[in-house]
């Protein structure tokens, strides 16, 4: 399973994915987050979101994984 982003709307969301996918989640991807409660989610699941939207709606989800993807593309 390959991906870029995966992005997270919703405590359920992680929850969903994280029983698809048998608790695994896409080696490389960046983890991206609506909002702080499913941020905690996905901390008690055991991963560390690399993105928190600041806007918690899908808005500001997009604008969260954006800015992810410009700072890493200034990093290199």
């Known amino acids: 399973m390959d991906a ?3 992005t ?5 969301t992680v929850k ?3 029983e698809v996918t048998g608790g ?3 080696e490389r991807a960046r983890l991206v987050s609506i909002g ?4 905690a989610t ?12 600041g806007r ?10 954006l800015a992810d993807a410009r700072d890493l593309a200034d990093r290199d």
């Open 42 to 53: 996905l901390r008690e699941a055991g991963f560390e979101p690399d993105a928190e939207a």
């Open 56 to 65: 918690h709606d899908p808005e500001g989800l997009v604008e969260a994984l």
């Open 4 to 6: 870029d982003y995966v």
């Open 24 to 26: 695994r989640m896409p």
């Open 16 to 18: 969903n994915f994280l």
């Open 36 to 39: 702080p409660v499913t941020s």
């Open 8 to 12: 997270f709307t919703s405590s359920s």
